[in-house]
T-cell receptor, first 115, second 114 residues
Framework: AQSVTQPDIHITVSEGASLELRCNYSYGATPYLFWYVQSPGQGLQLLLKYFSGDTLVQGIKGFEAEFKRSQSSFNLRKPSVHWSDAAEYFCAVTYSGGGADGLTFGKGTHLIIQP | KAGVTQTPRYLIKTRGQQVTLSCSPISGHRSVSWYQQTPGQGLQFLFEYFSETQRNKGNFPGRFSGRQFSNSRSEMNVSTLELGDSALYLC?????????????FGDGTRLSIL
């Protein structure tokens, strides 16, 4: 069964500092990878997605992620965080195989921004 | 363009009751998926509907069911509610439901079981 691991439950970063959130997925022939963000009391907003091609993908709000097949990783990065980035971040995966299989999510990483 | 709309936003029920949640997808989107979010289990896939047919189902008991109407709106029903059904239920829509197509989420329905 497909799975996603986000090793860090909580991460605290100072405002203006760089950020990297880790994500590892179980092996699959052609993974489709996503990062979502969830603010309290709200649904999930798509930050970026990777299907194929360039392994460095750009998303909204200044986020980027790098796909590394050899490490089964899809880490999310941001050069300089803002207080408004405080939220829960979820990595998700699905695989090719026909139809729209549900996304498998990681447990999430709670990002805290220090002033 | 309006986003995914879920109603109601909050619900309080008691054990043994049943509940129906509603989801209106983004205009033009034909695929609707449902997820359950709890602190312990995280986000879990319930089922996906496309053109009024359930195409995929997660690992949930038969008490959880759904349907989709011809206008792509979807409802989810939970019968014989248990305390463990307390969760945020999220609906997501995508254009044609092909693998890898981004899913756009609503703000969810918060269900509390007393």
């Amino acid at each position: 069964a497909q799975s996603v691991t986000q090793p860090d439950i909580h991460i605290t970063v100072s405002e203006g500092a760089s950020l990297e959130l880790r994500c590892n997925y179980s092996y699959g022939a052609t993974p489709y990878l996503f990062w979502y963000v969830q603010s309290p009391g709200q649904g999930l907003q798509l930050l970026l997605k990777y299907f194929s091609g360039d392994t460095l993908v750009q998303g909204i709000k200044g986020f980027e992620a790098e796909f590394k097949r050899s490490q089964s990783s899809f880490n999310l990065r941001k050069p300089s965080v803002h207080w408004s980035d405080a939220a829960e971040y979820f990595c998700a995966v699905t695989y090719s195989g026909g139809g729209a299989d549900g996304l498998t999510f990681g447990k999430g990483t709670h990002l805290i921004i220090q002033p | 363009k309006a986003g995914v709309t879920q109603t109601p936003r909050y619900l309080i029920k008691t054990r043994g009751q049943q509940v129906t949640l509603s989801c209106s997808p983004i205009s033009g989107h034909r695929s609707v998926s449902w997820y359950q979010q709890t602190p312990g289990q995280g986000l879990q896939f319930l089922f996906e509907y496309f053109s009024e047919t359930q195409r995929n189902k997660g690992n949930f008991p038969g008490r959880f069911s759904g349907r989709q109407f011809s206008n792509s709106r979807s409802e989810m029903n939970v019968s014989t509610l248990e305390l463990g059904d307390s969760a945020l239920y999220l609906c997501a829509s995508s254009l044609a439901g092909r693998v890898g197509q981004p899913q756009h989420f609503g703000d969810g329905t918060r269900l509390s079981i007393l």
